[in-house]
C-alpha cells in the first residue's frame, strides 16, 4: 500500500497561484502512476493531472491546460501540482492518487491510493 499526504490548498483570489505538494511513502517502488483529481460539492470527481512515476509523461485536463503544471521530486517522492492563473470554477477538494498498475490515467478506477484531499478554494 502507499500513504499519500496532500498539502498546500488553501484561500486564493482568481488569477493567482498555489502549489500543492503530495509526499508518498510507504510501497513507493509499486507505483505506476500518480494523479490529481478535483472533486467540487454536488460534482463527480475529475481528472486533473497525471505523470508517470518513473517516466517523464505527463498529462493535463483540458480545463487546466497552460495553467497548472505538475512536477516532481524523487529524492522526497514527493508530487507537485503548481496552478496558476485560477479561476472560481477551480474551486474543489484536490486529491493526489496513486496507481500500482497500468491503466487509463483519466479514470478514477485506476488509481489505488488516495489522499485526504486538500481544499483549495478561488474567490471571484
Known amino acids: 500500500q502507499v500513504q499519500l499526504a496532500e498539502s498546500g490548498g488553501g484561500l486564493v483570489q482568481a488569477g493567482g497561484s498555489l502549489r500543492l505538494s503530495c509526499a508518498a511513502s510507504?510501497?513507493?517502488?509499486?507505483?505506476?502512476?500518480m494523479g490529481w483529481f478535483r472533486q467540487a460539492p454536488g460534482k463527480e470527481r475529475e481528472f486533473v493531472a497525471a505523470?508517470?512515476?518513473?517516466?517523464?509523461?505527463?498529462q493535463y485536463a483540458e480545463s487546466v491546460k497552460g495553467r497548472f503544471t505538475l512536477s516532481r521530486d524523487n529524492a522526497k517522492n514527493t508530487v507537485y501540482l503548481e496552478m496558476n492563473s485560477l479561476k472560481p470554477e477551480d474551486t474543489a477538494v484536490y486529491y493526489c492518487?496513486?496507481?500500482?498498475?497500468?491503466?487509463?490515467?483519466?479514470?478514477?478506477?485506476?488509481?489505488?491510493?488516495w489522499g485526504q484531499g486538500t481544499q483549495v478554494t478561488v474567490s471571484s
Open positions: 492518487a496513486a496507481s500500482r498498475g497500468a491503466g487509463n490515467w483519466y479514470y478514477v478506477r485506476t488509481y489505488n491510493d
Open positions: 510507504g510501497r513507493t517502488s509499486s507505483v505506476f502512476h
Open positions: 505523470l508517470y512515476w518513473s517516466g517523464r509523461s505527463t
